[in-house]
T-cell receptor
Framework: DAKTTQPNSMESNEEEPVHLPCNHSTISGTDYIHWYRQLPSQGPEYVIHGLTSNVNNRMASLAIAEDRKSSTLILHRATLRDAAVYYC???????????FGKGTKLSVKP | NAGVTQTPKFRILKIGQSMTLQCTQD?????MYWYRQDPGMGLKLIYY???????DKGEVPNGYNVSRSTTEDFPLRLELAAPSQTSVYFC??????????????FGPGTRLTVT
């Protein structure tokens, strides 16, 4: 299965942008890059996904490297509510189901 | 829409007891999933279903059974509970897996302790 590598933890200040990196050097041509987040004591929540082009939605932006071996989830203005574990997952091509790693725990300081 | 609902929220079982975790979705999704999450870890897929009457094993199916008699419901059965099954259980659903996949919608979880 194609795997992803993320930092264990990151810190941000409130109202500043946050860039969460993800490496996926073994990504296949048909793998989509999905991001989910999990707030404390809640189920995971879908954030965004993309294949090749950068993507934007109301929650975040996803920047995908030209070679697709890495991507970055961008939260434009972090709020305290964004403190969560963020999972970068490859999905839909070489594997049929979401495979969650340990993700990146984002802390947001007021 | 209530989305994905799970009951109960919490449960304590004694070793060897059995129970059923309930999951219902009201989004008319074809796909449903059961995951477990151990402390400090990511989620692991137990079973999934691509539609009523069709189920398949995930990564960690041992000790569990599932059934899918309707589109809405996907119960998870634990037979002979063991301490290793202490975990938080999440149910999820999605419209279709498809190319690239569709987002999965998760329930709030059931926290199970086996002692």
């Amino acid at each position: 299965d194609a795997k992803t590598t993320q930092p264990n933890s990151m810190e941000s200040n409130e109202e500043e942008p946050v860039h969460l990196p993800c490496n996926h050097s073994t990504i296949s041509g048909t793998d989509y890059i999905h991001w989910y987040r999990q707030l404390p004591s809640q189920g995971p929540e879908y954030v965004i996904h993309g294949l090749t082009s950068n993507v934007n939605n109301r929650m975040a932006s996803l920047a995908i490297a030209e070679d697709r071996k890495s991507s970055t989830l961008i939260l434009h203005r972090a709020t305290l509510r964004d403190a969560a574990v963020y999972y970068c997952i490859l999905y839909g091509g070489s594997q049929g189901n979401l495979i969650f790693g340990k993700g990146t725990k984002l802390s947001v300081k007021p | 829409n209530a989305g994905v609902t799970q009951t109960p929220k919490f449960r304590i079982l004694k070793i060897g007891q059995s129970m059923t975790l309930q999951c219902t979705q009201d989004m008319n999704h074809n796909y449903m999933y059961w995951y477990r999450q151990d402390p400090g870890m990511g989620l692991k897929l137990i079973y999934y279903s691509v539609g009523a009457g069709i189920t398949d094993k995930g990564e960690v199916p041992n000790g569990y059974n599932v059934s899918r008699s309707t589109t809405e419901d996907f119960p998870l059965r634990l037979e002979l509970a063991a301490p290793s099954q202490t975990s938080v259980y999440f149910c999820a659903s999605s419209y279709t897996r498809g190319t690239g996949g569709r987002e999965q919608y998760f329930g709030p979880g059931t926290r199970l302790t086996v002692t």
